[in-house]
């Protein structure tokens, strides 16, 4: 059993109160852990309200697949929200 991880920093300048991120939060999470079949939440910077941390676990049977899903999923977000991303950490265990 492979368990891919990553922790994903997102900057997102157009978002003024953390009512405004909570539904950008939710809304991303919502679609990447449908499309994907992966865990995904909210792990960091909670109470900044233009910076959203991700974290995001797969479990797969090989390392290049989990590494794989990885990138598909750091492309999906980049490609569905207006923000930047700003720092990925990526670990395969």
Do not use: Y
Not at 4 to 32: D, F, N, Q, Y
Request: glycine share 4%; with cysteine.
């Amino acid at each position: 059993m492979i368990i891919g991880s990553a922790k994903i920093i997102i900057h997102v300048p157009w978002v003024h109160s953390l009512k405004e991120k909570r539904m950008t939060v939710k809304s991303l999470c919502a679609k990447v852990s449908n499309k994907f079949n992966v865990s995904i939440a909210e792990v960091e910077n909670q109470d900044m309200h233009q910076s959203i941390g991700l974290g995001i676990a797969c479990v797969t049977t090989d390392s290049r697949i989990a590494d794989s899903m990885i990138d598909t999923i750091l492309n999906f977000i980049e490609s569905n929200t207006e923000g930047e991303i700003m720092h990925v950490e990526r670990e395969i265990l």
